[in-house]
């Protein structure tokens, strides 16, 4: 459960529309939380050996859920009015003035590779190389 989960997010980061990369991520979500279910009942089984390796995994489940939860609401903004969009790269626009152009794409990449916000073809987006919101990957 939790190898699915963690391949649909890996394939949202690299789809090809906005509609895959959401509905990836949104995939996922059932099969990380049924993992984080058994991993922490398991942990707290008496009788398992592994309770460390069931309490990471479980941990490493939750994780990824606690990303994954957010992106959907930055998709719902986006849906009425592209401002979680506008918001994210007005802050990668900030960072350039005050902190460059490196600490610009840094920010790019943790709004998409950390916090699942965007698949990875928004990039140039986020970083105002591309005036357009691409619905899919051109």
Same mark, same amino acid.
């Given at each position: 459960?939790?190898?699915?989960?963690?391949?649909? @997010?890996?394939?949202?980061?690299?789809?090809?529309?906005?509609?895959?990369?959401?509905?990836?991520?949104?995939?996922?979500?059932?099969?990380?939380? !049924?993992?984080?279910?058994?991993?922490?009942?398991?942990?707290?089984? @008496?009788?398992?050996?592994?309770?460390? &390796?069931?309490?990471?995994?479980?941990?490493?489940?939750?994780?990824?859920?606690?990303?994954?939860?957010?992106?959907?609401?930055?998709?719902?903004?986006?849906?009425?009015?592209? +401002?979680? /969009?506008?918001? &994210?790269?007005?802050?990668?626009?900030?960072?350039? +003035?005050?902190? !460059?152009?490196?600490?610009?794409?840094? /920010?790019?990449?943790?709004?998409?590779?950390?916090?699942?916000?965007?698949? +990875?073809?928004?990039?140039?987006? /986020?970083?105002? @190389?591309?005036?357009?919101?691409?619905?899919?990957?051109?």
């Amino acid at each position: 459960m939790q190898e699915l989960g963690e391949k649909l @997010q890996l394939a949202a980061l690299d789809a090809d529309s906005v509609g895959g990369f959401y509905g990836n991520i949104y995939q996922s979500m059932p099969w990380l939380w !049924g993992a984080y279910l058994g991993f922490r009942y398991l942990s707290v089984a @008496q009788k398992s050996r592994e309770v460390p &390796s069931h309490k990471i995994a479980a941990n490493v489940c939750d994780e990824r859920l606690a990303n994954a939860t957010p992106s959907l609401v930055t998709a719902f903004l986006d849906t009425l009015d592209g +401002r979680a /969009l506008r918001s &994210s790269r007005d802050l990668v626009s900030r960072k350039r +003035r005050m902190e !460059g152009k490196v600490a610009a794409e840094a /920010l790019a990449d943790h709004f998409i590779e950390v916090m699942l916000e965007y698949p +990875r073809y928004f990039k140039p987006i /986020l970083l105002g @190389q591309e005036d357009r919101y691409w619905v899919r990957k051109p």
